[in-house]
């Protein structure tokens, strides 16, 4: 399986984006629980959002209300909508299967700056 995350940048606080990660590979992909996760400078990485097989969600304290996590089955992709930007969103954001037995992607960089 290869993971590939996309859309991050550069926004204001306040902003928002839209994060896609798309999984290659014969898998099921539909069976799995999905996973956004962060690294921030100096910090460890964190589980940002999960959305199960059957789309249940659950979302990190820090941006439940503010991100949105969803995911296509078709098309392998899991996608996090974020919004209201604050400073302390920034971060390498990764998707992941919520067991972490696939490689990690590279991730897609996320900076929230005035």
């Known amino acids: 399986v290869q993971l590939v995350e996309s859309g991050g940048g550069e926004v204001q606080p306040g902003g928002s984006l839209r994060l896609s990660c798309v999984a290659s590979g014969s898998i099921r992909f539909g069976v799995f629980t999905m996973a956004w996760y962060r690294q921030a400078p100096g910090k460890e990485r964190e589980l940002v959002a999960s959305?199960?097989?059957?789309?249940?969600?659950n979302y990190a304290d820090s941006v439940r209300g503010r991100f949105i996590i969803r995911r296509d089955d078709r098309k392998q992709t899991v996608s996090l909508q974020m919004n209201s930007l604050k400073p302390e969103d920034t971060a390498v954001y990764y998707c992941n299967e919520a067991g972490l037995r696939w490689p990690w992607g590279q991730g897609t960089q996320v900076t929230v700056s005035s």
């Open positions: 959305i199960s097989s059957s789309s249940r969600t």
